[in-house]
């Protein structure tokens, strides 16, 4: 089973970007995708998640800027980031659970200028 993440980039404060991660070679669709991030010096941190349907949980921090959804069809989740902020800068990582293995994405890098 892999997730390929895509989407990060760079982008001025007050920028938007869409990351997408796309799970393949699995029979099953996840029950729980999300994001984490990790800034450099910081542990990984949960950004966001969603179970199947439409059950989302946020970090304090990006609530009411970010929005994660999925599309089950394609085993796919994105978050959309809007107002980016310069703390919001890291590598970002997908995530999919399905019990009892939890499955990580390589990473994108996200750089937020001030």
């Known amino acids: 089973v892999q997730l390929q993440a895509s989407g990060g980039g760079l982008v001025q404060a007050g920028g938007s970007l869409r990351l997408s991660c796309t799970g393949s070679?699995?029979?099953?669709?996840?029950?729980?995708m999300g994001w984490y991030r990790q800034a450099p010096g910081k542990q990984r941190e949960l950004v966001a998640t969603?179970?199947?349907?439409?059950?989302?949980n946020y970090a304090d921090s990006v609530r009411g800027r970010f929005t994660i959804s999925r599309d089950n069809a394609k085993n796919t989740v994105y978050l959309q980031m809007n107002s980016l902020k310069p703390e919001d800068t890291a590598v970002y990582y997908c995530?999919?659970?399905?019990?009892?293995?939890?499955?990580w994405g390589q990473g994108t890098q996200v750089t937020v200028s001030s």
């Open positions: 995530n999919g659970f399905f019990s009892p293995v939890s499955y």
């Open positions: 070679g699995s029979s099953f669709s996840f029950t729980v």
């Open positions: 969603i179970v199947s349907g439409t059950n989302t």
